[in-house]
């Protein structure tokens, strides 16, 4: 629920992006709204301007976060990460991720029932939850939307070194995801009531 109060999120917050302007939405103009605000303020005219250190420890993204909200305070730090980069890699995670979220949305919408429940439950067991891995590596990597993700990520007419670097963010995302989901999906096939019986004999050995 809350991976997918993200996507939520970033679709209200971030809709408007076009990679043909340099237009991004309601998070640049909250960008712009928060920037001034502080740069007007009376009680920091003094105060020299505030410096970001990244943190070197990339393997704790908690971390990091928790380090830099206390150099800035949380309020000036989102303009600071409000950037051309971080909103490429915020289209990036919602174009991969958006077979799952559409996945999920559907089975909230469509399973009110406990009948339903079950008959989702043996769709997944007959391999549904593969369904949405193959869209994902078709949107994504094989243009069967007309090819509007490398349209929107950019990946066709920048140069090559950001093509290049573009591409394999897009790769190890989808990747990472594929790990994921076809992980949990596989997991759900093998566990009551979704597996296939056991051998009579087993399962009255079981029962004894």
Not at 74 to 93: K, S
Not at 125 to 132: L, S
Not at 141 to 169: E, H, M, P, S, V
Request: aromatic share 8%.
């Amino acid at each position: 629920m809350r991976w997918f109060s993200f996507n939520d999120s970033a679709k209200f917050y971030h809709s408007c992006v076009d990679s043909s302007t340099e237009m991004h939405g309601q998070l640049w103009a909250l960008k712009m709204i928060l920037e001034h605000h502080f740069s007007l303020t009376k009680d920091d005219e003094d105060e020299p301007a505030a410096k970001v250190e990244l943190p070197t420890n990339e393997n704790e993204p908690k971390e990091e976060l928790r380090k830099l909200k206390a150099q800035t305070g949380q309020l000036r730090l989102a303009p600071m990460l409000i950037t051309e980069d971080n909103l490429w890699v915020l289209d990036l995670v919602m174009e991969v991720s958006g077979s799952s979220w559409f996945a999920y949305g559907t089975k909230a919408k469509t399973v009110k029932s406990p009948n339903d429940a079950i008959v989702d439950a043996m769709k997944e067991q007959q391999g549904q939850w593969q369904t949405e891995l193959v869209d994902l590596v078709a949107n994504c990597l094989n243009g069967a939307n007309g090819r509007q993700t490398f349209i929107k990520l950019d990946l066709l007419n920048c140069n090559a070194a950001d093509a290049d670097y573009k591409t394999t963010r897009l790769v190890d995302v989808v990747l990472l995801i594929i790990h994921h989901r076809a992980r949990s999906g596989a997991t759900m096939t093998s566990l009551f009531p979704h597996r296939q019986p056991i051998l009579p004999s087993l399962n009255k050995t079981l029962r004894h």
